[in-house]
């Protein structure tokens, strides 16, 4: 895998906290955990999400296997204080391939929520050969969650798995999202798992877009014409 990430993922998570989009996705988890605030990231990227959750007063547990968003997150990290570098702590590790000391290590730490939001990977990674556009990429993610709801479903003091993901769609549309989201976490993602998900609990926030991403959806037409970026996110309980 590669040692380096991609630059516009830096610019990316600052727009979602800019925006106060992993805000959101804090504050309703912290809403179903109270009195405690130990789980597990999937995945920190460049640590934008990870400072969030610390700034919260969560513990986390990140597994990320890239070296170079570990490193970028514990200097983002320790920017934002030792209040937070004391509670982060990273495993290097692929959540879809866990070795048993990373294994074990979650087992001790005993978390009480699983999240994975905005999974991503280099280019070389979701890279599919002959694939449609985007194909590559959708794959990746769904293994990634799938990957998480095993995890989850594996760590005995686990009661939620938050999954997150963004879309473009007219904001009008978003019960039609939240029915394909339903449907796809129930028949992919949580499969014979014993987590259970409700159309209550599968929401959509309106994202800020940024110029560019403006520009874009302005030149839509057809059914897509007026379509915005969402954020997405799934909440699963354990049944």
Known sequence: MTDTFPARWADE?????????????TEALAALLPNDLRIVEVGCGVGESTVVLARAGFSVLVIEPLAACR???????????????A??????????????AARAQLLDFDPRAVVC?????PDEVTALPGGRPGEGVARHREAMQRGCAELAAS???VLFLQIADRTVMPWAAKDIGRDLTLRVQQQLVLKDLPFSLS?????????????????TLGKLSGPMRGAIPLLGMALARRI
């Open 13 to 25: 998570a600052a727009w979602y906290t800019r925006h106060g989009d992993y805000g959101w996705l």
């Open 71 to 85: 490193i970028e997150a514990a200097r983002r990290l320790a920017e934002a204080g030792p209040e937070c570098v």
């Open 87 to 100: 509670r982060i702590t990273f495993v290097d590790a692929d959540v879809t391939a866990l070795p048993e």
């Open 117 to 121: 939001w905005l999974a991503g990977a």
């Open 155 to 157: 760590l005995p003091g």
């Open 199 to 215: 159309k209550a609990d599968t929401l959509f926030r309106k994202l800020t877009p940024t110029p560019h991403e403006a520009a």
